[in-house]
């Protein structure tokens, strides 16, 4: 159930705990910073990341694609929110002005958005369930709720392949999912959202099943790894960078005043 691919990359020896720190990080900035130039380089050097893994370009590519109509989502939703101060209209959808300042909103919120989900499908294309559920006990978490944890991140990649495959099974039946109608789209959705809520509650019961059948429920805070996860120089020195990277442009970003 895993998209885990194995390596040997400088991304892939690192602690699940230094990505977690990492992924704080990047958590930080986006709150802090909303420049949409900024978030663009943000996700333009986590892409660049997974060639560093040696993540197959197939999936990158396919990630990008599955993102941006999440971004045009995100600006269409904002054109709705004239700002407060001085709004620059650029235009009008019939008698309703179009700022610049939402369209920026809109694609500093997307860019946001693309962030948290590059960075979570790295940690989990080169951390595996086990190092990841490892880390999540060495950080003093139950192992009930790291297994849980763990699990769920690992989910994230196969549940959008899942809904992609019931997508395509769907318009291979005549289902207009793709429709330019958002009303026709909207209806359209539903044979693609129900089958996967389906798909993922029967996920979710099969897992349970199989901790059960390996005993995971007696006594879980007692058991072993088979790989026992450890800092190195390298983690020590990815955090300093991480730290200094997320102060850096935090300060520059305020004392500029870049903030959009």
């Known amino acids: 159930m895993s998209e885990y691919y194995p390596g040997a990359s400088i991304i892939h ?16 900035i986006v709150v802090f910073i909303m420049n949409p130039l900024i978030l663009l380089g943000i996700d333009i050097a986590i892409l660049l ?3 560093v893994a040696g993540i197959p370009l197939s999936r990158v590519k396919g990630m990008i694609i599955g993102v941006i109509p999440v971004i045009i989502m995100f600006v269409i939703l904002n054109i709705f929110v004239i700002p407060v101060k001085n709004p620059t209209i650029i235009g009008y959808i019939g008698s309703y002005p179009i700022a610049w300042e939402s369209i920026r909103a809109g694609l500093s919120g ?6 948290f989900v590059f960075f979570s ?15 999540l006990i060495k950080l003093k978490l139950p192992a009930e709720a790291a297994v849980a944890i763990g699990i769920g991140f690992s989910s994230v990649g196969i549940l959008i392949e899942q809904i992609n495959t019931i997508k395509e099974a769907q318009m291979s039946r ?8 958002p009303i026709t789209k909207a209806k359209a959705l539903i044979s693609v959202t129900v089958p996967s809520i389906y798909l993922t509650i ?24 088979r790989k026992i996860v450890k800092f190195t120089k390298l983690d020590y020195i990815v955090i300093a960078l991480s ?18």
Do not use: W
Request: aromatic share 12%; proline share 3%; charged share 20%.
């Open 174 to 181: 005549g289902a207009p999912v793709e429709s330019r109608n």
């Open 49 to 51: 990341l997974y060639v």
């Open 202 to 225: 029967l996920r979710g019961l099969s897992i349970a099943k199989v901790l059960e059948s390996r005993a995971f429920t007696y006594n879980p805070s007692k058991r072993t790894f």
């Open 121 to 135: 499908r790295l940690l989990t294309m080169t951390t595996s369930i086990g190092e990841l559920v490892s880390a």
């Open 243 to 260: 730290i200094g990277a997320t102060l850096i442009l935090v300060i520059i970003t305020k004392f500029y005043h870049i903030t959009y």
């Open 110 to 115: 997307g860019l946001r958005f693309a962030i």
């Open 13 to 28: 020896r690192l602690d699940p705990r230094t990505k977690f720190f990492i992924f704080i990080c990047l958590m930080l």
